[in-house]
C-alpha cells in the first residue's frame, strides 16, 4: 500500500514537498509517480521515476519546477514543487507499477495508488 503526505495550502510562488511511502517493497514496481486531479477533470500525470532513480519524466507545466526523486532504502518517493500557482491546485496521488513507455502517462496503466493529498496555492 501507498501513503502520501506533505499537502497544504501555501501562496503562489512558495514550495511543498510531497512524499509517499510504499508499506512493502515491491521489486514488481519498476516506476514510481505522481498524478494530479481537479473535481470535474480527468486525473493527470505529473511526474515519474524509475525504481533506481536513472530516467524521470514530467508533464510540460512542471518542467523546471517540480522536482521527483526516490530513496529505495525507505522505499519512498517524494514530489518537490517550487514557484507554485494557483494551476497547481489539486489532490495529488502517488502511483507505483510498471507502465511500458507511452503509457506511464495514463492513469490505468499504475498499479498501486496512494489515498492522495490537497495541494492548495492562494494567489
Known amino acids: 500500500q501507498l501513503q502520501a503526505f506533505g499537502g497544504g495550502l501555501v501562496q503562489a510562488g512558495c514550495s511543498l514537498r510531497l512524499s509517499c511511502a510504499a508499506s512493502?517493497?515491491?521489486?514488481?514496481?519498476?516506476?514510481m509517480g505522481w498524478f494530479r486531479q481537479v473535481p470535474g477533470k480527468e486525473r493527470e500525470f505529473v511526474a515519474a521515476?524509475?525504481?533506481?532513480?536513472?530516467?524521470?519524466y514530467y508533464v510540460d507545466s512542471v518542467k523546471g519546477r517540480f522536482t521527483i526523486s526516490i530513496n529505495n532504502a525507505k522505499n519512498a518517493v517524494s514530489l518537490e514543487m517550487n514557484s507554485l500557482t494557483p494551476e497547481d491546485t489539486a489532490f495529488y496521488y502517488c502511483?507505483?507499477?510498471?507502465?511500458?513507455?507511452?503509457?506511464?502517462?495514463?492513469?490505468?496503466?499504475?498499479?498501486?495508488w496512494g489515498q492522495g493529498t490537497q495541494v492548495t496555492v492562494s494567489s
Open positions: 521515476i524509475s525504481r533506481f532513480g536513472l530516467s524521470t
Open positions: 512493502v517493497p515491491s521489486l514488481s514496481n519498476r516506476y
Open positions: 502511483a507505483a507499477g510498471s507502465p511500458v513507455s507511452s503509457a506511464k502517462y495514463f492513469p490505468s496503466a499504475w498499479r498501486l
